[in-house]
Structures are given as C-alpha cells and as structure tokens.
C-alpha cells in the first residue's frame, strides 16, 4: 500500500503512459485487430500528433454490428475494412490533467458516464486513465 496522502495521488500515478493510437484515416478492421491483441478497450485519435476524437470497443461493436447484420463473416470483414475511424469516433474528447487527483478523474468517468480519459499535458496526450486504472488505485488504497 502507498504511503503517498490521498490528496497528492495523481493521474500521472496511474494512467498508462505512451496508450496505443491510431490516425482518423486508419480502417476500422485495424483498430478491431489491435483493440483484439492488446486486449484495449479505448483507443485515442490523433491528427498531425493533436487528439481529436477516441474510439471505444463499444464504437466497434455498434458500427460492426450495423455494417454486418445478415453477413457471413468474411463479408462482415471485408465491410469493416472500408470504414474509417473518423466514421465512428467520438470527437469532442473529455480529457484531463495529468496533474488531477485521480478521485477527480473517477467523478468525471462517472458524471459522463465515460470509461477513460486521455491525459493531456501542454496539448500532448502522454496517457490514458481508465476504469481498470481507478479500480487498480481503489484496491492499492
């Protein structure tokens, strides 16, 4: 258990540092493929290095799920294939400071009704805080 005083644990104490991104032109099957692999849930969007949206398993499950109704799988693959990720994504990204107590970024998740936030430092996304990250400090405590 930390000694560190709940008032001083930050979301720099517990996001992921350096999260997986993709470009909002890259296709939807390769965000599945990686979301897939890395067992990730949430992956940031950015554009020449700024963050302008964030895509969720969730996202992948609607727009696949839509595209694919009544096709065999090879086809719902192929569908996947020719969607962008600007298509789906959410923009307009709710984002925090890495400097934020992490009791902060639990009561904006839950307020918004969010799973994660991107972690933002001078404009720069440099990590990610998400749910399992609150449980993981919840459980440390």
Known sequence: MSSQPEAD???RDFMAKSPQVLGRNDRLDLAEDI?????IRHLPI????E??????Q???FRSA??????FVED??????QTIRIKDIMTENVVTISPEASVKDAA???????????????RKKLIGIITETDILRYVVER
């Not at 950015?46 to 290095?49: H, S």
């Not at 963050?51 to 969720?56: C, K, M, Q, R, Y």
């Not at 086809?75 to 996947?80: D, E, K, V, Y």
């Not at 009561?107 to 430092?121: F, S, W």
């Open 107 to 121: 009561r904006i998740m839950i307020d918004k009704k969010i799973g994660c936030l991107p972690v933002l430092e």
């Open 75 to 80: 086809t719902q693959r192929a569908l996947i």
């Open 46 to 49: 950015l554009d020449d290095g």
């Open 58 to 60: 969730r996202d992948m």
């Open 65 to 70: 799920a839509a595209a694919a109704l009544g």
């Open 9 to 11: 644990v930050t979301v």
């Open 35 to 39: 979301m897939t692999m890395g067992r």
């Open 51 to 56: 963050l302008v949206g964030i895509i969720s």
